[in-house]
């Protein structure tokens, strides 16, 4: 079996996060024969709509759940907790034909539920030994970074539109990153949203940040159609511009390897 790869995709809010992990998705279903772990850790929840997958609870309903049930006192008590939540969090995997969808949904309380969120990040490691590729679609901005939510990944993707904060943010992800990811083995730029023109800036700002550039996608008015008729972006035309981009991202970030 192909070697285990674990990538996420955070970047400033509005960049493109999503629709990249769904257009890699595409690319993993058409290219490959695996079938994904897709991780929606935004608490936002919006991976699921985009994919034209129906949720009925998250990670973070069925903690807190626990933690209700914790302080009520009305939790079995023959079985462990761990086993318990851990139960709970695969209840709420989704199933589809070629990709498993687990949406992390809101979490509440940190710090003083230490061993919900242990369990959590336990969970996820767990389950995405299960799966050869895995796509982590994250939240906007850094706070992530601090959760360590994506601290075990093997490609960090970070998404930019052509914007002075999308750099500030993908640079401030990266230095967040090295001062608290001990095992990131790569972390790329993706420029969203960009034309042949900005290509250059988009080259020295990521040679000036430190990122591997993996990219630029463009303005694609099928996403656009796609965003406002509420269709899955799954099934996007094959020769629309920004799924031909993301042929030609996709062995820039090691994708190749699972063909
Ligand atoms: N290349 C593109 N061409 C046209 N529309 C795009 C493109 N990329 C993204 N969009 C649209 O821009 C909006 C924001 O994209 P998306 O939701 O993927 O960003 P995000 O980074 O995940 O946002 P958030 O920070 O809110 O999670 C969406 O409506 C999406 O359809
Ligand atoms: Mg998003």
Known sequence: MARKLVISVSGKGGTGKTTLTALLLKWLILNTDEVALVVDADPATNLPDVLGVSIEKTVGDVSKEMKEQIEKGTLPVTVPKQDLLEAWVFQTLVEEDRFDLLAMGRSEGEGCYCFVNNVLTRILDTLTKNYTVTLLDMEAGLEHLSRRTDRDVD??????????????????????AEEVHIDVRHIYLVGNRFTEQLEGALKSAAEEIGLELAGYIPVDPNIMSFNMTGKPLLEIPDDSPAYRAVERIAPKIGLDALR
């Open 155 to 176: 490609a960090m993707i970070v998404v930019t539109d052509p914007s002075k904060m999308g750099f500030e943010t993908a640079r401030r992800i990266k230095e967040l």
